[in-house]
């Protein structure tokens, strides 16, 4: 099992707020573990976008991402488009990263870009 599959296994725990958003070392561990062309923007927020054929694949996926999130309790922003799809992730409540984001992208990564 690879990093990536390994974050995939963990659950996304709700966050109350009262903690610091993710920072330096633990940070850029979190990133090495996810890897898959997913960029750490501004130490903020995690982004990717998927490429498909048509609109149909990106929403498709897209409802598949839905699903993942509704089941984590955790909701990234998505931006859907024809063919493609740009996944946006950070916790609201402290305005950062947590390991939960890092979590959720990887269990968006586990998802079959087709149908």
Partial sequence: MDSCEL??????VPCKGGVPP?????LQRLDAELQH????VG?????????FEDFRQALD????V???AEAQGHHPDIQL????VRITIWTHKIEGLTESDFILA?????????A
């Fill in 106 to 114: 990887a269990k968006i990564e586990s998802i079959p870009v087709a």
């Fill in 22 to 26: 993710l920072k330096g070392a633990d």
């Fill in 43 to 51: 130490g903020h927020h995690l982004e990717k976008s998927f490429d």
């Fill in 37 to 40: 062309g997913w960029s750490v």
């Fill in 81 to 84: 488009s024809w063919g493609k």
């Fill in 66 to 68: 839905g699903a993942v």
């Fill in 7 to 12: 974050l995939a296994a963990k659950e996304c």
């Fill in 61 to 64: 996926f897209t409802n598949r």
